[in-house]
């Protein structure tokens, strides 16, 4: 391995245990966008916000080699998707689309605890190696 | 054509972290010079000076996506017809075509490696120079 390479994975790793450790913050200012959006379900801006926290968070953990919290990001941002068209279509589908929402949240933050729960413990953090 | 050397990247990237990755990865491992932007008016305001070999777009940004920006850039002497990739992890069928359409040489799909992501770009890199594909830049 030459040193560009060993430098480059130090700084890999220090980045991805910053990742881990912000993590409940993350999640949490989500949760509150998603709380503020539901009680303004048409506010474009807030929910642009919102989704994009998510699609941020998705891809920043595949990144890092967290893939439980990019596939439960993932599927809250499908999930929010749909909710979206239906408070815009007000078609009848929001009440079954909020609560796959609360699911993903919860699976979102039991998977960062999970995640910071490894890494206090100095296991794997999840992140890739 | 001679295949010109790939040396300067121009990259805009709204995710902070994966900004710092990929910059990381494409200095120290690939040892190019990459300009990083957090959006679309930054690359602008940085792009006639650092005159890139190469663009490197996020699709989903806010404000000014990838697309969006890809359009702006054209429209700047410097970057007019400086190839250019996606990275995208939103990909749902017919996207890949869509984009390609748009005039860049490939997608790179979110997650990708960053230990590997240097090599990757120089193959675009290169087939494109050596007209592996006809998508233009």
Known sequence: ?129 | MPEPTLNRILYVEDDADIRTIVTMSLEKLGKFRVAACDSCAEALALVDDFRPDLLLLDVMMPDVDGPATLQVLRERVSTASAPAIFVTAKVQTGDIERYRKLGVLDVIIKPFDPMVLPGQIERIWQQHWSGANDYGG
């Open chain 1, 1 to 129: 391995m030459t040193t560009a390479d060993e430098e480059f994975r130090r700084e890999f790793t220090r980045l991805s245990a910053a990742f881990v450790a912000e993590l409940p913050q993350r999640v949490q200012i989500l949760s509150d966008d998603l709380a503020a959006w539901l009680s303004a379900p048409r506010e474009a801006l807030m929910f642009e916000r919102l989704s994009h926290r998510v699609h941020q968070l998705k891809g920043a953990g595949s990144t890092f080699g967290c893939n439980g919290i990019s596939n439960a990001a993932a599927v809250l941002e499908q999930h929010l998707a749909a909710l979206h068209s239906a408070a815009s279509s007000a078609s009848g589908g929001t009440a079954v689309a909020l609560e796959e929402i609360e699911a993903a949240i919860e699976a979102l933050r039991d998977e960062t605890n999970r995640v910071c729960g490894e890494s206090a413990q100095g296991g794997k953090s999840g992140a890739r190696k």
